[in-house]
Structures are given as C-alpha cells and as structure tokens.
C-alpha cells in the first residue's frame, strides 16, 4: 500500500551519548530516517542529547531538540508539537527503553501519538530473557538450556539443573553490560552478583554456554504486507564466546552451508512475522553447531541495530532509510532501489566481494584492565575494508585501524615466544588474529590453532596462504621479483610497506615505483547491491587490483576530504559531523566533493552525502593512488581530526595542495617544541618548557624547569601518553614508557601549572580576519583533560580582561600561523595571568558543541574559508544562545570495573551530553560545580 497520509509528523528518538556498545552507528541509522521521511513531506523532530551528531544538526530535522533523553523531555515536546507518530528504532536500546516507558505511564495515549516501526510488546518479548525463549520454544525453535533467576539462590539453582559451563545474561542491558561465562561453580556467586546489579530489573538469564560454536547474523526488513527481505548474513570469524561487537565478522558467510543457511533464512523470517504487527528493521542472531550442523537462537532486536550500520555499508542497501519509510506504509515492492535505481528494495543485495569488519579497542586508555574478549563488549569502534577475497580484505581492515598496523604483519613488529602466543590463541584480546598469523610462520599445526582459537579452519588455512606467499617473496629482491608475484601480492591486500619489509627491508616508495613500472595500479570498483546484474547509478567505490576500472573521471574541479578512520577515544563521531558538513559546503562552491574513510557506524560514508565516496583506508598508500585517479584540486585534512593530519608532511612532500592551512603551520602548531618557541618569539606566556628525544634530557629539562611537570609527545590524539609527573623517577618511567610506544617522537617536558583554571577557543581565521566561535571554560581545574572536563560556554567565572587576553593571543597565533580556516587553543590561567597551552590547527571535539549551541554553521564557513572562497566579512553571525550550554564526558567504566578510574591528562570519555541552562543558579550546574570543584580543594 502507499504511505499513510494521516502521518503528517514524526518524532524520532536517538540514542544519547556514545557509550561502549551503543557508538555512532545511530546517528547513521536515525539521520538517514530522518532524510527518508522529510522526502515524503513529513514534518520530522529529533530528540537526542549528543551535540557531535549530524542527526541533532539543522539539516537533518525540522526541529531538534537537544535534551535529555528522559520522560519530561518528551512530555515537554508533545507538549509544544502536534506529533502523530514516535519512531523509536533508531536510538538503540536507550531509544526503546524510553518509549516503552512513556507507553507504560500512558503518555503516548495521552497525546494520541502511535509508535511506528515496532510493536511494544515485541520489546519486552525480546529484552525480557525468559519471555524470548517461551517466544522460541513455542515458535518450535532451537534455544540453548536456561533458567531465568531474581536472585543468587535461583541462580544457583538454575546453575545446578543446567551444569558447567554457564554464560550468564542480564535483560535489559547494552552491550552485554554485566554479562559473562562462568566455567567452573566457585566463579557463580560473583558472575551472578554483577549480572544482578547490571540488570534494571534485577534479573539473569543463567544458559549453557555453546562455546565454540560459530555465530551468525541476518539483517532482514519486513514490511505491512509481511514480505520479509534479507539484506545481509554476516558471519563471525569469532567463535561464540566473544561479543559480536568485538568479533572480526564477515559478508557474505563464508562458512555457511547453504542447507543450514535456508534454515536461518527460514526461522529468521517466522521469528520476525510473529513479532506482532509492525513494519521494519530486524537483526537475528544464531549459532551453529559445527560438528552436528544443529542451530539455536541466540537473540533478536527489533530495531536498527550495530550490525544494520555495516550490513547497509557491505551491501549499498540502505537499511535504514527504507525502514523509516516502511515504517510509514510504503512495501518492499513499492520502493526503488537507491543504488540502481531501477529494481525495487524487495530485490535481496547480492555481493561479488567480501567485506571484514575489524573492531577498534583502547585498552591503552584503561591501564590495568582485563582485555580479554568475551560476552562483554569492549570495542570502541570498528572499521570495514571491502576486497576482491577475504585476505585483500582482512589485510586492507587492518590497515585501517590505526593503530600502526600496515597489514596483517610482516611489518617487523609481530611474534613472539611460542608458549606466549598460545597463550594468546587461547585468550582472545585486540591482537589474536595477528598472534594467529604468527603462530602459523613459528610453524604451528593448522589443527592445534583451531582447537586453541575454536576459529574455523577455512579462515586459518586463508592466513596459512598468506604466510606461504610471504615465503616465496622473501626468495627475491625488489630488481628480481616477477610481476606475476607482485601482482599475486597486491591482490591479496598487501601494503607496499609489507613488501618492502620482505623484499629487504626497502621503502615503501621504491616499491610503488616498480609496481608503476610494471603496470600494477589500483583500480575502483562499484559497491553496486546486486554483483553487476544491472548498472548502478551511486558513485560509491572500493580499490582493488584488476583489469576493469568502474570510477571515471569527471571534468569538474574536485576536493578530497580526509575522513578520520575508526571511532576511539579522543578522536570520535564529532569529525565525522566535520567532515559531513565540510563535503556539504563543497558541492555548495561547485566542486565535486569525494570522501575517503573507512568508518561503517558514520554518516560520511553513507552514499548520498559525498558525490563520491571510495570506502578505503585512510592510509597513505591507498590516498596517493586515488589523488593520482582522481586528480584533485586539493585534499582537506583539517576535518579529519590527527588520522588525516598526520598524512599532510607526504602530502606537502609530493607537492599535492593541502586545502587551508600549510604544512609548516601545521607542524609548527603539532610540534610541541616548535610552537613554544613561537609562542616565545611573539611574547604570548606559557608555561617555561624544553624538549626531549630522551630520558636524559628528560630529565635535564624537567629539573631545570622544576616539578610537578608535564609529559607531552607530539603529534598525538587524547593526550595519549600525556602524564603529570613529580620526581625523576616518575619523569624518566614516563618518558620510557612513551618512546616505547611512539619511537621517535619529540617530547615536551613543561612545568605543570598546578591549580590553574582551564580554558579554551574555537576560532577561524581567513588571512584578515578573525572570528572567535567560542570561549569554554572548564569546570575542573589544569590537569584533567580537555575531553574529559565539563566546558560551560560562554565562561561561568572568567573576567572580561582575561577573556580579552585570550582573544587576543588567539589573534596573534592565527596570524603568526598563518592559519586559513579552524583552530582550537587551549590556555590555563593562574591568578591573573594567561598562559598557552597548546593550539590545534584543525576542527576540535569542541567544535560541533560550539555550532549547536550557537546554531550557527561554522563549519560550513570554515569550510569556505579554507576553500578561498569566500571571506569571513561574507557572512554574519547571529548567536542563537541564551543562558550557558554545558558539555558534560560521558565514560563507560563499567565496561572496566577494576581499572583506575582518576582522571587526568589522557582522555578517557567515550562521549558527551549537551545541557542548556538559563542561569549560573540552576540546579544542575551547581551540583556539578559542586561536584567537580573538589578538585580544587585538594
């Protein structure tokens, strides 16, 4: 049937700050239903408390509503609106948590606001564990033995009747918040007692533990006329017994039957259809016996979910938007294709390629705790790499972590003792597909690796190949090697950093240049839904090494913009609202607007919002073969956050245009050294300093400027590595310890300026002018992390002459600089004095805080800036703020419950919350003055 036109209006609810486990993905997944429901006219409100998301921003709703996610929040906007319909499946869990409550206290009734794109009772059937599997049992389906428990006697009970071993499930939790196995009896008191507590109603799931068997997922859509599609089966190269979250995972399977795939098929659709009356998205899980073929059911999710953000990016299918639309009436049948745009969305994608995501951890950020994988997720992002087989994507997934990664090893940095990688194969963390790797060249048995790993052996003997090949490519040298071989090489993903390293230890530039010369270049190939059946009309591409290229070159001027790679802390989803709005106004200025990123969970690499987008790595090999494709004008790297800086020195080395502020400007900024003795040569104070590349000289400044000082390594993200320390032998731990981890670098060793104030600005310069965005004060004192402190904006407490001071040493540095376009610098004030801290010449994690609690679009302005296009005097700034906006962290330290959890010059915070208040005397702000002024009173 057509769309309902009684629906007029529609509030989505979004997911509220990034947490482990509830990341990014949904801001893809709630800003394309929003698009997809003001195409047909509906008038669209957006609640969400997350400033750094495209979602709250102005061109996505027609009304956001920037607020705590919270019953009076919604009852404020059914207040002020007419909504007809709420659509809560875009948020995540938070999102159906929400409008399950507001349905039980009647508000929804109350207002005559009908909930759209699920069934409220299929929330409580699928989040309630013994619900679920009553839910199964009666559907004549496979579940594993379990016991529903409210306490530890019924727990252990449970735990009796079922036997070891036991994985123990809170309902209504994220993530697997306080989930866990239990092997053996004297592990349950404890296992049960977090489970409990981690459960908002108190309650476990106490099941037998399938460990070991594999684990499957299908993304289906189910429409008013219960037609069911399957968009994607992603498979698991982890066996069951490590988060799905935390899984490298694969599409299309590549293990599955296809007899047991048509049973998964068969009871994903049954299951969805008896999830009462609703139309849209859905995500199934199932695990399979590998020995016995039997499958079970591990759960369901009513809703768009992580794995819906990287089943729409592996197939081009856009999940989400058609789900919005599903939502409001449409059928599968009625709706086009939006990559062909002539088959209907009722066509399943078919791949001819293979994509693997590799999830993206920070174990560094949270030193002491377990970083064993298991039913707990505990990434913080994820990348997806798209190949021609599943090494060229797997190597090309690992290239995109950055994490020093240049493929799958063989970039001198891997193995170890053999006792201590099977140690590792055995406990899963970050690294155990490298361990695997180098398990199989110290020569270990394909059988032991799959009983250690309970990985299967198609994937083990794919790696085996790799390790074969790597052998007989160490037998030549870079003048001897045939094009046959390198070619082989190239296709199975490897770097020229790799081959370098096992052609002799030779640079990746020479083997570029005999690649050139024997012919062997990239080419681009369209992410099309259907394997090339019919032409695709969505400029969205992936690399690959073969004959046909699908990417044609356009006579437009072009810019590339640097995406900014996996979620992590310090560096997450506010540059890719960045790099949305920066690829926005460059198709406003007329030029062709390409995207190179690799994050699956953004909304930069959905395909309607670049007018090319190559899913590819940010990595500087991949970037030099699409510049030399595509030919740009320029390349931007100021939105991109540090992943795209760091590639500006070979950008500025081959002579390719950087977009706005050179290379030196830059540098001398990220240089630590370099930009305190700019901020000597212009008179601006700063805390007395001097660098090091040793702990020698380390410790030679910090005596000279004296304790307590501060640790910096230049040209890093969150304060990685950053310590406050008050001895020489803390200095010289401090300093070991960072160039262990990041050799060469150029230390910083300033005096720490204790009890100081912090605080910061955005601005932006155009080569005449500057216009100063905002000026943030920190509720807690120097010495905490920037992304970790609570910002107010406008200053709660700072005085007009050292706000003036502030503005202008900012003048000052952007023209010494001789920035064009966005800078943040960051000051500390200690009595009446101002210092300079530091200043980052690039968009900050501030920078979509200060543009919506401004409502002005900066970043589209910067943007221009950089471009040349036009000056800042072109433009008028009217601030919409009234009152004070207060940017509160958000941590997930229950994710680490052991770990230290003091804060203080590395970030920690995995997200952050926007609040708005009238006055200095609201509640909210006192309590949190109150709170986090302790610090001063130490």
């Known amino acids: 049937m057509p769309k309902d036109s009684s629906i007029k209006s529609v509030l989505i609810i979004g997911s509220g700050p990034i947490i482990i486990g509830q990341a990014c993905e949904f801001d893809y997944s709630g800003s394309q239903a929003a698009r997809s429901l003001r195409e047909e006219g509906i008038e669209v409100s957006l609640i969400n408390s997350n400033p750094a998301t495209i979602m709250t921003d102005e061109v996505t709703a027609d009304h956001i509503y920037l607020k705590p996610l919270t019953i009076d929040s919604i009852r404020d906007i059914l207040e002020e609106r007419q909504i007809d319909c709420v659509l809560p499946t875009m948020g995540g869990q938070t999102a159906l948590n929400l409008c399950k409550e507001a349905s039980e206290i009647g508000l929804w009734e109350k207002y005559n606001v009908r909930v759209i794109g699920v069934d409220l009772q299929v929330i409580e059937t699928t989040e309630n564990r013994e619900a679920f599997r009553k839910f199964c049992v009666g559907l004549g389906l496979g579940v594993a033995p379990s016991f529903t428990a409210n306490s530890m006697l019924e727990g252990k009970e449970a735990a009796q009747k079922i036997g070891f071993p036991l994985v123990i499930r809170p309902s209504y939790t994220l993530g697997g918040t306080g989930g866990g196995f239990c092997h053996k009896p004297e592990e349950l008191e404890s296992a049960l007692s977090y489970g409990l507590k981690a459960s908002p109603i108190h309650e476990v799931l106490v099941e037998k533990a399938v460990l070991g068997w594999k684990e499957f997922e299908l993304e289906l859509l189910r429409d008013g006329n219960d037609n069911v599609v399957i968009i994607c089966t992603v498979e698991n190269l982890d066996p069951m017994g490590v988060h799905t979250g935390d899984s490298i995972t694969v599409a299309p399977a590549m293990t599955l039957p296809d007899t047991v795939y048509q049973k998964m098929r068969d009871q994903a659709q049954l299951m969805m259809r008896a999830l009462g009356n609703f139309a849209g998205g859905c995500n199934v899980q199932f695990s399979l016996n590998p020995d016995t073929e039997e499958i079970i059911v591990i759960e369901i999710n009513p809703r768009v979910s992580r794995s819906s953000a990287l089943a729409s990016k592996a197939t081009g299918y856009p999940i989400a938007k058609v789900a919005a639309k599903l939502a409001i009436g449409y059928n599968l049948d009625e709706l086009n294709n939006q990559i062909t745009k002539t088959t209907s969305a009722f066509f399943e994608p078919a791949l001819d390629y293979v994509i693997v995501k590799i999830p993206r951890w920070n174990f560094d950020k949270f030193y002491g705790c377990d970083s064993t994988l298991g039913l707990q997720m505990k ?489 040349g296009t036009h000056k800042l005097k072109d433009f008028t700034f009217k601030e919409k703020l009234t009152g004070y906006a207060i940017k509160e962290p958000v941590f997930s330290f229950d994710k680490f419950p052991n770990v230290n959890k003091e804060l203080g010059p590395e970030m920690k915070s995995t997200g952050e919350a926007i609040y708005f208040i009238k006055d200095l005397f609201d509640p909210y702000f006192r309590n949190l003055y109150k709170e986090k002024s302790m610090f001063l009173s130490r």
Not at 394 to 412: H, I, P, R, T, Y
Not at 462 to 469: A, H, M
Not at 535 to 542: D, F, L, Q, R, S
Not at 588 to 615: Q, R
Request: include cysteine; hydrophobic fraction near 40%; proline fraction near 4%.
């Open 379 to 867: 990434s913080v992002g994820e990348v997806m790499a798209i190949g021609r087989n599943f090494a060229e994507a797997l190597q090309k997934a690992c290239q995109s972590l950055e994490n020093n990664k240049v493929g799958l090893g063989e970039d001198g940095k891997g193995l170890a003792k053999t006792e201590e990688i099977l140690d590792s194969l055995q406990h899963p963390s970050w690294d155990r597909i490298f361990k695997i790797k180098d398990a199989i060249y110290l020569g270990v048995p394909i059988h032991t690796i799959q009983k250690l790993t309970g990985i299967d052996n198609w994937f083990l003997t794919q790696i085996q190949e790799l390790v074969k090949l790597e052998k007989e490519i160490q037998k030549y040298t870079i003048n001897n090697i045939s094009k046959e071989l390198l070619l082989k090489a190239k296709k199975k993903g490897y770097s020229d950093v790799q081959l370098g390293f096992l052609l002799g230890r030779i640079d990746e530039e020479q083997v570029y240049e005999k690649r050139k010369e024997l012919g062997i270049k990239r080419v681009y190939k369209m992410v099309d839904t259907c394997a090339a059946e019919f032409e695709a009309k969505t400029p969205y591409y992936y690399s690959t090494f073969d004959l046909e290229n699908e990417s044609v070159r356009s006579d437009k001027k072009k810019i590339i913009v640097l995406g900014s790679g996996p979620n992590r802390i310090g560096q997450g989803i506010e540059f890719d609202y960045c790099c949305v709005h920066g690829l926005l106004a460059i198709k406003e200025e007329g030029y062709e607007a390409i995207m190179i990123n690799c994050n699956p969970e953004t909304v930069s690499t959905d395909f309607d919002i670049a007018d090319k987008l190559y899913f590819e790595p940010v990595f500087w090999e991949h970037l030099w073969e699409l510049i030399e494709h595509e030919q740009p004008e320029g390349v931007i790297v100021q939105l991109g956050g540090q992943t795209a800086l760091k590639l500006s020195k070979k950008l500025h080395e081959r002579g390719i245009k950087i977009i706005g502020s050179s290379f030196d400007s830059m540098d001398i900024a990220e240089d630590r050294g370099r930009f305190s003795d700019l901020l000597k040569e212009l008179d601006i104070p700063y805390p007395d300093y001097g660098t090091a590349t040793n702990a020698d000289e380390a410790l030679e400044v910090a005596n000279r400027v004296g304790y307590p000082v501060l640790v910096r390594p230049s040209y890093v993200l969150g304060g990685q590595r950053m310590r406050i320390v008050i001895n020489d032998a803390e200095c010289e731990t401090a300093v070991i310890n960072l160039l262990k981890d990041i050799p060469d670098n150029t230390i910083l060793i300033d005096h720490f300026l204790d009890r100081a104030k912090e605080a910061e600005i955005d601005a932006i310069y155009d080569g005449d002018q500057v216009q100063i965005m905002g000026v943030m004060e920190h509720i807690e004192p120097a010495g905490i992390h920037s992304g970790d402190s609570n910002s107010v904006l406008p200053p709660f407490s700072l005085g007009p002459i050292i706000i003036e001071a502030m503005q202008h040493y900012t003048k000052k540095i952007c023209k010494a600089l001789e920035i064009r376009g966005l800078i943040n610098i960051q000051f500390a004030i200690k009595g009446d004095k101002v210092y300079v801290i530091e200043a980052n010449p690039r968009a900050s994690r501030t920078t979509p805080f200060i543009c919506k609690a401004y409502g002005i679009p900066y970043l589209n302005v910067a943007t221009k800036v950089m471009l």
